[in-house]
């Protein structure tokens, strides 16, 4: 059974609750999600919200997913929560600024911008490691930052922001992990929350 996970986040400006309950585009699009879920052979899970007015599109939205790389989104987020941490005084927290030294002993399969790197040469910092986890989704990076973040530490924020069915359990590409069960999950409502919560701002002071 093939699962997918489908979170949009569409913001379209100042546009009032009264203007778009006969909105013919949004019932348009919801028509399309609805015929391409029901046309997917599988599981299909979405979630659309409206960052103007807060409508929703929902199929399957309480469903748990692997999430494959969208779980980065969180870990990138236990990064700039920890450096705000360090920035209010406390320690032991990693930094934007905290240099890594390339190891090539922790590369994983589909990482383009790390296996490229020159190891006992090239230093980088996590905040140059988050951009290689983002911009090209870098699945060694990905796994340095877990280990400097603390998996746990992920887990306690999306908890703290009421997000308790999204769940960093293993590093990239750990596929034993995966096996036993131990996978990478979320819901597209609670993906859609994570967004939309670090949209307007409430995430990170």
């Known amino acids: 059974m093939k699962l997918v996970l489908l979170v949009l986040i569409a913001a379209f400006g100042n546009v009032s609750i009264a203007q778009t309950n006969d909105d013919p585009l949004w019932k348009k699009l919801d028509a399309r999600v609805n015929e391409t879920a029901e046309k997917f052979d599988g599981v299909m899970g979405v979630a659309i ?21 969208s779980i980065k989104i969180a870990i990138l987020l236990e ?8 920035r209010e005084g406390a ?3 990693a930094r934007l600024n905290d240099v890594y030294d390339v190891d090539p002993k922790v590369l994983v399969d589909f990482s383009s911008i790390m296996q490229g790197l020159t190891p006992g040469i090239t230093k980088i910092t996590n905040h140059d ?10 699945n060694t990076a990905s796994n340095v930052l877990i280990d400097r973040v603390g998996m746990e530490n992920v887990n306690e924020t999306l908890r703290s922001l009421g997000l308790t069915k999204t769940l960093l359990r293993r590093h990239m590409m750990d596929f034993e992990a995966a096996r036993r069960g131990d996978e990478n999950v979320s819901t597209p409502r609670e993906m859609a929350r994570l967004l939309q919560l670090i949209y307007e701002g409430k995430t990170l002071n």
């Open 79 to 86: 990064l700039y929560h920890q450096e705000q941490q360090a």
């Open 129 to 138: 490691v988050a951009q290689f986890m983002i911009a090209v989704s870098d």
């Open 91 to 93: 320690e032991g927290k």
């Open 49 to 69: 919200i409206d960052l103007a007015d807060g409508r929703t599109i929902l199929k399957n939205a309480d469903h748990v997913f692997p999430t494959a790389s």
